[in-house]
């Protein structure tokens, strides 16, 4: 994947790209917040539930790409469309939305910044009038260096050259929070909320400060790093 600094767009980037004609700017928050006000020329896509899969076999992530490549057609992701995603803030949303565009071989894909909280922070307008789209064929160009399946993680657990990161909340690290089969974390994972790399307006925080705090919780760069 591309330098941390390239796969991010400040909201002043964004406004200057609205309106050419290879961006596809896609916004990725629930369905009721899009309507109530979106950038000019944004399309919705959530990519929560049901867009998910917890079957990592060949034949399960294989239907889960081929399902995606039809939505990234219907939301017009051409080869040559340079995709912007945003979220209400940095969100989870735009940020495994531009993962998995890479992970499916679009390499122009990146997240604005703070997100809707930071373009209306910074006076910028929003409408609620929805685009036309025009359908596109989406090619997958599968990276399997940026997908872990069970058989990856299971490796992983006594390998220690590979690094397990819980970027869940502390509830669900914990088991105090159950959102899955079972309560509780993967053994050995190390755990750091992926909120943690955000300041308090919702903006990635700057990338060395990120990238001391994890390290210092074993998180480095020479290692395999497998987040969940």
Not at 17 to 46: C, Q, T, W
Not at 87 to 99: E, I, M, P, Q, Y
Not at 134 to 156: H, I, N, W
Not at 186 to 214: M, Q, S
Request: glycine share 10%; proline share 7%; net charge negative.
């Amino acid at each position: 994947m591309q330098d941390a600094q390239a796969l991010r767009i400040t909201v002043a980037d964004l406004k200057a790209s609205l309106g050419a004609a290879k961006v596809r700017l896609i916004d990725a928050r629930p369905p009721a917040e899009y309507a109530a006000g979106h950038v000019a020329g944004a399309v919705n896509f959530d990519p929560f539930p049901p867009y998910a899969t917890i079957d990592t076999s060949p034949a399960g992530l294989s239907a889960f790409f081929h399902m995606m490549s039809e939505v990234f057609g219907r939301l017009g992701i051409a080869p040559t469309s340079r995709v912007i995603c945003y979220d209400a803030t940095s969100g989870v949303r735009a940020a495994r939305l531009v993962w998995l565009l890479h992970a499916m071989g679009h390499a122009e894909a990146v997240i604005v910044d703070g997100g809707m909280q930071a373009w209306q922070a910074a006076g910028y307008p929003v409408e609620e009038a929805v685009p036309d789209v025009t359908p596109t064929t989406f090619t997958p160009r599968l990276r399997g260096s940026l997908v872990a399946g069970f058989e990856d993680v299971l490796a992983g657990l006594s390998d220690p050259k590979v690094v397990l990161w819980d970027v869940r909340s502390e509830g669900e690290h914990y088991g105090e929070t159950v959102r899955s089969k079972r309560g509780g974390t993967i053994p050995g994972a190390i755990h750091y909320e992926w909120t943690n790399n955000l300041d308090g307006n919702g903006c990635f925080k700057d990338l060395e400060v990120i990238r001391r705090e994890l390290e210092a919780r074993g998180i480095t760069p020479e290692k395999e790093i497998i987040p969940f």
